[in-house]
Protein backbone atom coordinates (compact mmCIF):
# COMPACT_ATOMS: atom_id res chain seq x y z
CA UNK A 1 0.00 0.00 0.00
CA UNK A 2 1.33 2.98 -0.98
CA UNK A 3 -0.18 6.51 1.05
CA UNK A 4 0.65 9.92 -0.92
CA UNK A 5 0.93 13.46 0.77
CA UNK A 6 -2.14 16.01 0.40
CA UNK A 7 -2.05 18.25 -2.13
CA UNK A 8 -3.06 22.19 -2.45
CA UNK A 9 -6.62 21.98 -2.61
CA UNK A 10 -6.92 19.04 -0.20
CA UNK A 11 -7.62 18.64 3.62
CA UNK A 12 -5.78 16.59 5.82
CA UNK A 13 -8.62 14.26 7.72
CA UNK A 14 -8.08 12.74 10.91
CA UNK A 15 -8.58 9.47 9.71
CA UNK A 16 -5.42 10.45 7.31
CA UNK A 17 -7.56 11.20 3.93
CA UNK A 18 -6.81 13.72 1.80
CA UNK A 19 -10.03 15.22 0.74
CA UNK A 20 -9.97 18.43 -2.07
CA UNK A 21 -11.87 21.25 -0.40
CA UNK A 22 -15.55 21.24 -1.37
CA UNK A 23 -17.07 24.08 -3.83
CA UNK A 24 -18.29 26.81 -2.70
CA UNK A 25 -17.45 26.34 1.40
CA UNK A 26 -13.70 26.18 1.63
CA UNK A 27 -10.25 26.07 -0.39
CA UNK A 28 -6.63 25.19 1.09
CA UNK A 29 -3.54 26.90 -0.85
CA UNK A 30 -0.75 24.99 1.03
CA UNK A 31 -0.18 21.94 1.30
CA UNK A 32 -1.35 20.35 4.75
CA UNK A 33 1.00 18.10 6.48
CA UNK A 34 -1.05 16.93 9.77
CA UNK A 35 -4.90 16.83 10.09
CA UNK A 36 -6.98 20.55 9.27
CA UNK A 37 -9.66 21.90 7.53
CA UNK A 38 -9.94 23.90 4.33
CA UNK A 39 -10.04 27.68 5.09
CA UNK A 40 -13.81 28.74 5.35
CA UNK A 41 -14.54 30.42 1.58
CA UNK A 42 -15.01 34.60 1.84
CA UNK A 43 -18.33 34.15 0.23
CA UNK A 44 -18.84 37.92 -0.10
CA UNK A 45 -16.03 38.87 -1.52
CA UNK A 46 -14.54 36.02 -3.48
CA UNK A 47 -16.09 32.61 -5.21
CA UNK A 48 -14.45 29.16 -4.40
CA UNK A 49 -15.06 26.67 -6.76
CA UNK A 50 -13.13 24.03 -4.92
CA UNK A 51 -9.57 22.91 -4.18
CA UNK A 52 -7.49 25.50 -5.24
CA UNK A 53 -9.82 27.69 -7.47
CA UNK A 54 -10.92 30.49 -5.63
CA UNK A 55 -10.59 34.05 -7.12
CA UNK A 56 -12.69 37.33 -6.41
CA UNK A 57 -16.39 38.51 -6.97
CA UNK A 58 -16.95 41.75 -9.58
CA UNK A 59 -16.14 44.77 -7.43
CA UNK A 60 -12.57 42.65 -5.94
CA UNK A 61 -9.05 42.29 -6.81
CA UNK A 62 -6.39 39.64 -4.99
CA UNK A 63 -2.58 40.31 -5.13
CA UNK A 64 -1.69 37.32 -5.75
CA UNK A 65 -3.21 33.68 -6.53
CA UNK A 66 -1.66 32.21 -2.92
CA UNK A 67 -3.79 34.83 -1.07
CA UNK A 68 -7.19 34.20 0.63
CA UNK A 69 -6.97 38.22 0.76
CA UNK A 70 -9.68 40.16 -1.35
CA UNK A 71 -9.51 43.94 -1.68
CA UNK A 72 -12.10 46.48 -2.25
CA UNK A 73 -11.18 47.99 -5.83
CA UNK A 74 -11.26 52.21 -5.22
CA UNK A 75 -13.53 51.95 -8.59
CA UNK A 76 -15.64 48.88 -8.24
CA UNK A 77 -16.59 48.93 -12.13
CA UNK A 78 -13.01 48.58 -12.88
CA UNK A 79 -12.85 45.37 -11.25
CA UNK A 80 -14.49 41.96 -12.96
CA UNK A 81 -13.76 39.42 -10.63
CA UNK A 82 -12.92 35.90 -11.90
CA UNK A 83 -15.12 35.44 -14.80
CA UNK A 84 -15.65 33.13 -17.63
CA UNK A 85 -13.66 32.53 -20.64
CA UNK A 86 -10.34 33.52 -18.35
CA UNK A 87 -11.12 32.28 -14.99
CA UNK A 88 -8.01 34.49 -13.96
CA UNK A 89 -7.55 33.56 -10.29
CA UNK A 90 -6.05 37.59 -9.36
CA UNK A 91 -9.63 38.90 -11.29
CA UNK A 92 -9.85 40.89 -15.01
CA UNK A 93 -9.92 44.39 -14.98
CA UNK A 94 -12.18 46.00 -17.45
CA UNK A 95 -11.33 47.09 -20.73
CA UNK A 96 -8.84 50.06 -20.55
CA UNK A 97 -8.20 49.45 -16.66
CA UNK A 98 -5.20 47.43 -15.57
CA UNK A 99 -2.43 46.39 -13.20
CA UNK A 100 -2.72 46.88 -9.29
CA UNK A 101 -6.68 47.06 -8.24
CA UNK A 102 -7.30 47.79 -11.87
CA UNK A 103 -6.66 51.66 -10.98
CA UNK A 104 -3.90 52.04 -14.28
CA UNK A 105 -5.76 53.03 -17.54
Known amino acids: MNLRECEEGEQFTSTGECDKCPA ?26 GGT ?10 KSN ?4 FIDCPNPS ?14 NCDVGYEGVLCTAC
Open 66 to 69: KTGV
Open 24 to 49: GTGFALEKMTSPGVCQPCPTDKAICD
Open 78 to 91: ACLGMNVPTENPMG
Open 53 to 62: KIGPKPGYWR
